[in-house]
Each structure stands twice: as structure tokens, then as C-alpha cells.
């Protein structure tokens, strides 16, 4: 599934970025596979750093493109994802749905130091809520859960 910059592109304002983030679902036994395929695809990347990455606290792994400056964050995840249905240059893809994207970039807030990286998650969520019919209910209920519902009210009124 496509996160990050794409996705919030894809329900608000499209941006660049030099990245591209995915969620994929995957336990420890198909890191194997993942690093063979990866590597396939001209990624830099070894079966040990896709563990470490498994086995840490927030399950990233920054995969460097052996034929350009980008890189490819992988976001590993055991837990079924909430997502739907979209398309890149006319080829299906699965996007988070956007109230998971939502809650997901205020988490990011509440635990980043950057303040420029903060600010664009920030813009993310005005952009998606202009242009993207959300469930404020459910929003409003998770980010309670989470421990961010002033953030959200406040990007709701702004």
C-alpha cells in the first residue's frame, strides 16, 4: 500500500518527494523473499536490514535505489490494513484510507522534533480534509484514543 507524500497527493495537494513510503504486511519469514525481490529491483538492500528494521519500535526500513538518488521506506506491519482502492498512471493501487492517513500523520506530529517535517504533515491533513469526504466521527474518536484530538480540531477549524 502507498503512503506518505503520494498519499496524502492523492486525496489533497500533490507534492514532490524524493521518497516513496509503503506499508507492507509481511512477518519475519518473508523478509527473505522481500530482500531477493528488492534487490531484483536494483534496491540496495541485505534480508538483515529488513529485520533490524522488523524488530525496532517504529518497523522502518530506508532502502536506497541502486539507479537513483530516491529511496524507498517500507513501513512493515503483522496488523490488517485499513486501505481502499486507487490508481497511479492508470495501474491500481491500494492508498490508506484517508482517515488512517489522517491519524497516522498526527502521530508523526506528536512525535517529531522537526518542526519543517511537522509543518508538512500539518498541511497534509488541511489539504485531505478540504478535498476528501472523511469520517470526522470516526476521526475524532480514534485521535481521542491516540491522544490527539486538539491537533485535530485545531486543523479542522484552520
Do not use: C
Amino acid at each position: 500500500m502507498l503512503t506518505g507524500a503520494l498519499a496524502s497527493s492523492y486525496y489533497g495537494h500533490p507534492r514532490t518527494t524524493t521518497d516513496i513510503d509503503v506499508v507492507v504486511v509481511a512477518t519475519p519469514d518473508d523478509l527473505a523473499k522481500l530482500a531477493k525481490f528488492l534487490r531484483r529491483a536494483s534496491f540496495n538492500v541485505e534480508e538483515r536490514e529488513l529485520g533490524a528494521a522488523w524488530h525496532s519500535q517504529y518497523r522502518i526500513a530506508t532502502i536506497t535505489d541502486g539507479k537513483s538518488p530516491h529511496t524507498l521506506d517500507i513501513i512493515f506491519t503483522d496488523k490488517k490494513l485499513e486501505r481502499k482502492m486507487g490508481s497511479v498512471l492508470g495501474l491500481p493501487i491500494f492508498y490508506p484510507t484517508p482517515e488512517s492517513l489522517i491519524l497516522a500523520k498526527l502521530r508523526m506530529i506528536k512525535a517529531t522534533l522537526n518542526p519543517e517535517r511537522a509543518a508538512i504533515d500539518r498541511e497534509d491533513i488541511k489539504a485531505i480534509l478540504k478535498f476528501t469526504r472523511v469520517d470526522l466521527k470516526y476521526l475524532r474518536e480514534r485521535s481521542r484514543v491516540q491522544g490527539t484530538p486538539e491537533m485535530l480540531e485545531d486543523l479542522i477549524h484552520e
